[in-house]
Nanobody, 128 residues
Framework: QVQLLESGGGLVQAGDSLRLSCAAS????????MGWFRQPPGKEREFVAA????????LYADSVQGRFTISRDNAKNTVYLQMNSLKPEDTAVYYC?????????????????????WGQGIQVTVSS
């Protein structure tokens, strides 16, 4: 089993930056595709970003492209989401997720049901 724990959320103003961390425990996730999703108030959970297990490939939702950066440190079993130029519409609960299948494709990494493990989520609130 893999446990995922997010940290780094909080309340910021528009234009500020935040870095979310997702620490994995129980098993190494170096061979897993890692993703970030978010759920805005009153809306469904949506894909934000994903990082391949090998090769450093990344994929982003159009809404965050150029502002957010996903990275991973396999030595620390941790994934990060650097969020810059935050907007009020980025307000959401952010979730870290792990896909043990390890296949990095545009269709797969954006699909919620492909991920085996999920964190509890962490609130990010951006005020205008």
């Amino acid at each position: 089993q893999v446990q995922l724990l997010e940290s780094g959320g909080g309340l910021v103003q528009a234009g500020d930056s935040l870095r979310l961390s997702c620490a994995a425990s129980g098993r190494t996730v170096s061979n897993y595709v890692m993703g970030w999703f978010r759920q805005p108030p009153g809306k469904e959970r949506e894909f934000v970003a994903a990082h391949s297990s090998r090769g450093g490939r990344t994929l982003y939702a159009d809404s965050v492209q150029g502002r957010f950066t996903i990275s991973r440190d396999n030595a620390k079993n941790t994934v990060y989401l650097q969020m810059n130029s935050l907007k009020p519409e980025d307000t959401a609960v952010y979730y870290c997720a792990a896909d043990s299948g390890g296949v990095f494709s545009v269709v797969r990494v954006g699909a919620i049901n492909q991920y085996d493990y999920w964190g509890q989520g962490i609130q990010v609130t951006v005020s205008s």
